[in-house]
């Protein structure tokens, strides 16, 4: 496959990524693979021993689990949502963004489901969620929707990846044969042939359409299930959109930090510019003003309202001899300083966005735990005489033994994908713009100062 001078450019830059795994990824890869093993011990436990080894009780049934599914597939959603508005729309800067919201939703809706099936306890009984459904349960349609989701997902990163492959196969790179044949086969033949060229921007924009409001309708489905309970705290209508819009929120954040990690670790300051951590910035700050307002909304409204059930999980939310710390983390953290950090110019910098950002996905996660455990200690009928570790949930050490496995999992699949693909895509860099002719050097990648990347 031809390629003209700024792709193969970009190409040569990068390959040695592919080629080669590097010290320094063999060490963070054995370092996710330990937290991995740690990982599958307290799972053998977990099994073994059942769910005594958790602190979910009868009461408090939901835990870490549920908190750490919400949030990596809330970050699946976000992925395809981000990376097929920026398709759409053919946003000059966009490509490179484009690829790593489709590994974070590949990677996420793989990651995610996992923890649903931490909350299992009897794993035999996995198939009659799909041969014995209740249809009026929220719980049958989310599995539904997020299998659906994850066969989007790969079609979706697939066929973005196609004509990449096409330049692998071509190249003459030193790398194992399997490797090559790989290539070959996930090429699929593609030759850069105007037909071809036209199903194929034909697929990917039809899959784009299909997976953004697929993943608005997914998320939503994912709210109901506690928005369309009797339980303080949940029952909102408000639930749908919210869900949504902390999705995009904390996955525009997550894309900002792997962005910022991928450009370090792969000297790529000039395909992952300045220009795109301010872009990417004005979402975020965007977004969290939205979500702010949805924050105030809810507490707002509950607080007002003044029901008994609902009054109790405020208090419980607004108490520093209970939640109130928290709180007040996932809302400053959350919301007030990333937009702080973005709206003043001096502190609009990619390291200052980037520290925003991942303090903003912690406070989205401990956001998470906020609605469902301070909502499940608060029950419908009074609890007399009943040991304190069945009202208040304190989660156990294979719990988070288990919450640190999926975070390394997600890390490490980015890891060995980056390995096998090159971070930015070739096959996008159709033209560049300069001022004047770059000066070419070895291993050096093309300056885009001046005019960003452009799109097929």
Known sequence: MELNTYQQEAFNYQRPNIEKFGKKNMMWSIFFLAWILVGGYALYLQIAKGHIVTGMRDNVVWGLFIVNFIFFIGLSYAGAIIGGVLHLLKVPWGKPIVRLAQMMTLISVIVGPIFILLCVGRFDRLHHLFIYPRIQSPMTWDVMAVVTFFAGAVLFLYMALIKDFAVYR????????????????????????????????????????????????????????????????????????????????????????????????????????????????????????????????????????????????????????????????????????????????????????????????????????????????????????????????????????????????????????????????????????????PHHHDHEPVSVKKEEIKTV
């Open 170 to 437: 071509d190249a003459k790179m030193n790398i194992p044969k399997w490797k090559q044949k790989l290539y070959k086969i996930l090429a699929i033949g593609y030759r850069g042939a105007a037909s071809q060229k036209r199903h194929l921007i034909i697929s990917q924009n039809l899959l784009a359409i299909i997976m953004v409001p697929l993943s608005i309708i997914v998320a939503s489905i994912l709210s109901w299930i506690f928005g369309m309970t009797l339980r303080p705290g949940w029952h909102s209508t408000i639930f749908g959109p919210y869900f949504v819009l902390g999705a995009l929120y904390s996955g525009c954040g997550v894309l900002i930090v792997a962005m910022w990690v991928y450009r370090k670790m792969y000297k790529l300051e000039n395909y992952f510019t300045n220009k795109h951590f301010s872009y990417l910035g004005y979402g975020m700050m965007v977004l969290g003003a939205g979500y702010g307002y949805f924050t105030f909304s809810e507490y707002f409204t509950d607080w007002f309202g003044s029901a008994k059930w609902d009054n109790e999980v405020i208090n419980k939310l607004f108490s520093f001899h209970e939640y109130g710390g928290w709180t007040l983390f996932a809302n400053l953290a959350g919301i007030v300083i990333p937009i702080l950090i973005v709206a003043i110019p001096a502190t609009r910098k990619p390291n200052w966005i980037t520290l925003s950002a991942f303090v903003m996905v912690i406070a989205l996660w401990v956001k998470r735990y906020l609605i469902i455990v301070p909502t499940l200690e608060t029950p419908a009928l009074p609890m007399q005489d009943t040991r304190m570790e069945f009202v208040k949930y304190s989660a156990t050490w294979p719990e988070w033994a288990l919450t640190f496995a999926g975070i390394a999992s997600f890390l490490l699949f980015f890891t060995i994908i980056s390995k096998f693909v090159t971070v930015v895509p070739v096959s996008g860099l159709e033209e560049v713009n300069f001022p004047h002719e």
